[in-house]
């Protein structure tokens, strides 16, 4: 059965500007929070040589201060009356510090010992996740109060997924960027005129490849895109200063980090902040956090999340370390160099899935679209078998193309109902608690995170992956790797098909939701 319904009145409707003010957001939510987890086995491991059994201790001590910030700033949040509203001061002065220190995190020696690593790891990722934290948690609790609309918040939030493919390709060209053939032998005091070269190569290959492509010249196209942005790898023989490498990269995200926090402060306002919350003097209490719990339609939409958060979050390390080692055999620049190229696949991707499945939820509704999703992402996994090959590297694009397609409607549709479920909540009690919610959800996924991020290490360290072998890795390495790539997350989308079949909350009982509400407190 159908739930199309007529377009939102004018009053519910959020215009563009603010939809793309509120996706910028997202651009230091994942710098912030994904970026390092990422970067870090590409500097630590790879190049530096650092265990990856202390990386992954190091990193799920991260997630468990990180779980202890996040409930702190969202209960804060949540209880802030200032000028500026609730969210919007933490969202400032969040940006601001993360994109600050985003740098420092990779300022480090190359001859330390590895527990001087680990423990700088440890100690600077704690300080940062709490900058971080400051931003994402009032973050995460605005875009639920943009509109009180049950369509308008899935346009809302497709907005957001679809901007966020923009810097998760950050992500992606991290490693390229910190290992290009450029920072061989380069020195700290080599940095600008490095960094001006690296331009001078993409300004050289910029309209070649738009040449090509405009000529439909298939055979150049692939030339080109197999060095984006003229980023060139190295034989492999000698590995850049990646170190040098990540330090640059990192400042140019932070300071765009600091420039995105300015563009949401000042292009999102609260709309229930400004309409019945800033004279309530009432306050939330930080047991919240935990009482969202008993709140019916969130706790399997917090199982979805997690199963799959759980499921996918070795993807990124497994699926660096299948290409770099599986599909690159072992040369780590060029492995970066796909990875980049895959991210832009995956940007591309993933802005077809927004307005695709925000149209599949529009007609079939949120619950049915979210269940097309999970089904796709599936086969998606099953096909990534065939996807790493590396006689034919090309295909890992239609592998991170594709997981990137069923991620973004993933979130995207998620994300949507978790704003359902808060307005569900207030019509049973009576409080609008969006930073309690977005707390307990990063509070159970960083739980859940913690185990994988801690098996990771040990798993690499299980199936006999040894970095000094290069290329040179046993049979039985790669067939793990390529095995746990695509059984894990399997297994974690089944857990969340059972899931979203108890998940209650329909268009015509959301609807029936806004109409008492609005009766008890008015319209916002």
């Not at 700290?188 to 960094?195: I, K, T, W, Y």
């Not at 070649?208 to 942005?229: E, H, N, W």
């Not at 070795?314 to 770099?324: A, Q």
């Not at 999703?373 to 239609?398: E, H, R």
Request: glycine letters at 10%; a neutral charge.
């Amino acid at each position: 059965m159908s739930e199309t319904s007529e377009p939102p009145p004018a009053t519910d409707h959020v215009p563009v500007a603010t939809k793309i003010a509120y996706g910028l957001g997202s651009g230091n939510d994942m710098w912030g929070n994904w970026l390092y987890a990422g970067l870090v086995w590409t500097v630590f491991n790879m190049y530096l040589g650092v265990p990856p059994e202390l990386i992954s201790l190091a990193l799920t001590f991260r997630l468990l201060f990180d779980a202890i910030t996040d409930p702190l700033f969202g209960w804060l949040s949540d209880n802030t009356r200032s000028r500026f509203g609730r969210r919007r001061p933490y969202i400032l002065v969040g940006s601001i510090l993360s994109g600050l220190c985003l740098p420092l995190l990779f300022t480090v020696g190359h001859d330390w010992t590895d527990n001087q690593y680990f423990w700088y790891i440890l100690g600077s990722s704690v300080i940062y996740m709490t900058f971080v934290s400051c931003f994402n948690m009032p973050y995460q609790s605005l875009g639920p109060e943009i509109t009180p609309d049950y369509d308008e918040r899935t346009q809302v939030f497709s907005y957001k997924a679809g901007i966020q493919k923009i810097f998760e390709v950050g992500n992606f060209a991290a490693g390229a960027f910190a290992t290009a053939a450029v920072w061989l032998a380069a020195k700290p005091n080599d940095a600008f005129s490095r960094l001006g070269q690296m331009i001078d190569d993409f300004t050289a290959w910029l309209p070649k490849m738009i040449g090509s492509v405009l000529a439909f010249d298939f055979d150049q196209i692939a030339r080109y895109a197999s060095t984006p942005f003229g980023w060139v790898s190295s034989t492999g023989d000698e590995l850049p200063n990646v170190v040098l490498g990540a330090q640059v990269y990192t400042s140019i995200l932070g300071l765009i980090m600091i420039l995105i926090g300015c563009a949401v402060f000042l292009g999102v306002k609260e709309r229930n902040y400004e309409r019945f919350i800033k004279d309530n003097k009432e306050k939330i209490s930080l047991s919240d956090t935990f009482n969202t719990l008993r709140c019916p339609p969130f706790r399997p939409q917090m199982i979805m999340a997690l199963v799959y958060s759980v499921g996918t979050s070795m993807l990124g390390t497994l699926g660096l370390y299948l290409t770099n080692y599986y599909v690159c055999k072992g040369n780590i620049t060029e492995g970066s160099l796909w990875n980049f190229g895959m991210g832009l696949a995956g940007m591309g991707f993933g802005f077809l899935a927004a307005p695709t499945f925000a149209k599949i939820s529009k007609i079939a509704g949120k619950t049915k679209a979210m269940m097309i999703v999970q089904v796709c992402a599936i086969a998606v996994f099953v096909g990534t078998w065939w996807f790493y090959d590396p006689n034919i590297k090309w295909l890992q694009f239609f592998a991170s193309g594709l997981i990137s397609f069923t991620a973004t409607g993933f979130w995207l549709i998620l994300s949507s109902i978790g704003a359902d479920v808060i307005d569900y909540d207030e019509w049973q009690n009576g409080k609008r608690r969006e930073g309690a919610f977005s707390a307990c959800t990063s509070l159970i996924l960083k739980f859940g995170m913690i185990g994988t991020t801690a098996a990771t290490g040990y798993i690499l360290t299980w199936i006999g992956f040894d970095a000094d072998l290069g290329g040179d890795q046993s049979d039985s390495t790669i067939f793990w790797i390529r095995f746990l790539f695509l059984a894990v997350p399997i297994v974690s989308l089944i857990g969340a098909l059972v899931a979203l079949s108890f998940f209650p909350l329909t268009h015509r009982k959301m609807n029936e939701i806004r109409s008492a509400l609005e009766a008890r407190r008015g319209a916002v």
